[in-house]
């Protein structure tokens, strides 16, 4: 049985405590609005190089391979990881190390050192991680063009090379502050046990977030409907099509959340059954919904090979033309609710993303809690869905990524005729 409680620390920082009796781990997680979202073409990676950095030293353990020693001798595990819009860290340990974890874990979050050897050392990481980030590519260019929203979350190589030791710190003031920050402990421990040990180990934080994110809702797409990027050794093709949709309400998130799972998140959904299944036209196909601050996106995810590129992409457009054309049957929408309905029960199971849920709950306040999800989800309609369908997977603003092998004129041009003819509705 999960036992949730929320105090505030004397700097202001949120602190929820959620008490898990039959955990056999203590995870301690802390999360924050920072990411590429705040970034500007000069600073684009900063985010994410600053979450690397806090690995690196700190106040208590100045370097580090004394980090990583410092966990092993309780057992603990750390990691961090930036998005758009939230920068993460976790520590898991055994519950009988509480306090060395949250001394651990405070000074790691609270106090870095930002040490101008080890921020060169680190530089070499993040390049190699470039590397593989820019020859991915992203549909977020297309529907997000020259916006924070299209950006890496790496940065770019040039922007890394030259950050500065004053840059960072500068960042980190900005955003590592009480009031754009939640820390939560999760596993067999109380509310009463924690408090006195995360005043103590988080107290060093200060400040007042004030850093402003540049709007994306008037933000225009790419003219052309599909871009292609060649990556000679890959030995399939893989299309990123993309749906823009601003922020949605309570209820509408759980519309869309059904959608795409009645499109192609679960594995009954239309597109695993339909088109990989049945017609084996696809290596793998999946869809994700995204919601950012003011806006989002619905993306189809797929892998063919040259032979079936063509026909893949027109039964994914058939699939989702059908959606709007007609009301999903009461079997299959039953079907994906329980589906749906199971995943966010699943969260209790899942130390590590029922955190990141609550603190997604604190940061941006548009989120329903986990019991009103369930609820709002229960009682979706089909008429609901299709009406959805038809706002969100509109035929002419779909916006298609495709890499993989070089493709000749004449290929591309078929391709670009596929969504031609579905923006038509033909």
Same mark, same amino acid.
């Given at each position: 049985?999960?036992?949730?409680?929320? @105090?505030?620390?004397? =700097?202001?920082?949120?602190?929820?405590?959620?008490?898990?009796?039959?955990?056999?781990?203590? !995870?301690?997680? @802390?999360?924050?609005?920072?990411?590429? !979202?705040?970034?500007?073409?000069?600073?684009?990676?900063?985010?994410?190089?600053?979450?690397?950095?806090?690995?690196?030293?700190?106040?208590?353990?100045?370097?580090?391979?004394?980090?990583?020693?410092?966990?092993?001798?309780?057992?603990?595990?750390?990691?961090?990881?930036?998005?758009?819009?939230?920068?993460?860290?976790?520590?898991?340990? !055994?519950?009988?190390?509480?306090?060395?974890?949250?001394?651990?874990?405070?000074?790691?979050?609270?106090?870095?050192?930002?040490? =101008?050897?080890?921020?060169?050392?680190?530089?070499?990481?993040?390049?190699?991680?470039?590397?593989?980030?820019?020859?991915?590519?992203?549909?977020?260019?297309?529907?997000?063009?020259?916006?924070?929203?299209?950006?890496?979350?790496?940065?770019?190589?040039?922007?890394?090379?030259?950050?500065?030791?004053?840059?960072?710190?500068?960042?980190?003031?900005?955003?590592?502050?009480?009031?754009?920050?939640?820390?939560?402990?999760?596993?067999?421990?109380?509310?009463?046990?924690?408090?006195?040990?995360?005043?103590?180990?988080?107290?060093?934080?200060?400040?007042?977030?004030?850093?402003?994110?540049?709007?994306?809702?008037?933000?225009?797409?790419?003219?052309?409907?599909?871009?292609?990027?060649?990556?000679?050794?890959?030995?399939?093709?893989?299309?990123?099509?993309?749906?823009?949709?601003?922020?949605?309400?309570?209820?509408?998130?759980?519309?869309?959340?059904?959608?795409?799972?009645?499109?192609?998140?679960?594995?009954? =959904?239309?597109?695993?059954?339909?088109? !990989?299944?049945?017609?084996?036209?696809?290596?793998?196909?999946?869809?994700?919904?995204?919601?950012?601050?003011?806006?989002?996106?619905?993306?189809?995810?797929?892998?063919?090979?040259?032979?079936?590129?063509?026909?893949?992409?027109?039964?994914?457009?058939?699939?989702?033309?059908?959606?709007?054309?007609?009301?999903?049957?009461?079997?299959?929408?039953?079907?994906?609710?329980?589906?749906?309905?199971?995943?966010?029960?699943?969260?209790?199971?899942?130390?590590?993303?029922?955190?990141?849920?609550?603190?997604?709950?604190?940061?941006?306040?548009?989120?329903?809690?986990?019991?009103?999800?369930?609820?709002?989800?229960?009682?979706?309609?089909?008429?609901?869905?299709?009406?959805?369908?038809?706002?969100?997977?509109?035929?002419?603003?779909?916006?298609?990524?495709?890499?993989?092998?070089?493709?000749?004129?004449?290929?591309?041009?078929?391709?670009?005729?596929?969504?031609?003819?579905?923006?038509?509705?033909?």
């Amino acid at each position: 049985m999960l036992q949730t409680e929320r @105090f505030t620390l004397s =700097s202001g920082l949120p602190v929820y405590v959620l008490t898990q009796p039959h955990l056999h781990a203590l !995870r301690l997680d @802390f999360f924050l609005r920072d990411g590429s !979202r705040w970034e500007s073409p000069s600073t684009s990676g900063l985010a994410h190089f600053a979450e690397h950095l806090l690995f690196t030293g700190n106040a208590l353990i100045p370097s580090k391979r004394e980090i990583a020693l410092a966990l092993a001798d309780v057992g603990g595990a750390a990691n961090g990881e930036t998005s758009a819009e939230v920068t993460s860290y976790y520590l898991m340990t !055994r519950p009988s190390h509480l306090a060395r974890a949250l001394e651990l874990f405070g000074a790691m979050v609270c106090r870095p050192r930002f040490d =101008s050897v080890e921020l060169e050392a680190e530089k070499r990481i993040v390049l190699a991680e470039i590397g593989e980030e820019l020859r991915k590519g992203s549909v977020e260019e297309l529907l997000w063009p020259d916006h924070p929203l299209s950006y890496y979350v790496s940065g770019r190589p040039d922007n890394v090379r030259h950050f500065t030791r004053d840059l960072v710190v500068d960042h980190y003031r900005s955003f590592y502050v009480p009031d754009n920050a939640v820390l939560t402990v999760t596993g067999p421990v109380f509310a009463g046990d924690v408090r006195p040990l995360v005043e103590s180990s988080f107290s060093a934080l200060g400040g007042t977030f004030t850093a402003q994110a540049l709007p994306a809702t008037d933000v225009s797409m790419a003219a052309q409907p599909a871009r292609f990027s060649t990556v000679a050794d890959m030995p399939s093709f893989s299309l990123s099509l993309g749906f823009r949709l601003n922020r949605p309400g309570l209820r509408q998130q759980a519309v869309l959340s059904l959608l795409n799972t009645i499109l192609g998140a679960s594995d009954t =959904s239309r597109l695993f059954l339909g088109v !990989r299944e049945e017609r084996g036209l696809v290596y793998t196909v999946d869809s994700m919904l995204t919601l950012w601050t003011d806006v989002g996106s619905l993306e189809v995810e797929l892998n063919a090979s040259r032979r079936r590129l063509r026909p893949a992409l027109t039964a994914v457009l058939q699939e989702i033309g059908r959606l709007i054309a007609e009301e999903v049957p009461a079997r299959e929408l039953a079907r994906a609710k329980e589906w749906q309905v199971a995943s966010l029960e699943g969260l209790l199971d899942e130390p590590g993303s029922l955190a990141r849920r609550i603190a997604l709950e604190e940061l941006f306040h548009d989120m329903p809690s986990l019991p009103e999800a369930i609820r709002l989800t229960e009682t979706v309609t089909a008429g609901e869905v299709r009406a959805a369908a038809e706002a969100v997977l509109r035929p002419d603003q779909g916006r298609l990524f495709v890499q993989g092998p070089a493709l000749d004129a004449g290929e591309r041009a078929d391709i670009r005729a596929i969504l031609r003819q579905y923006a038509r509705g033909t």
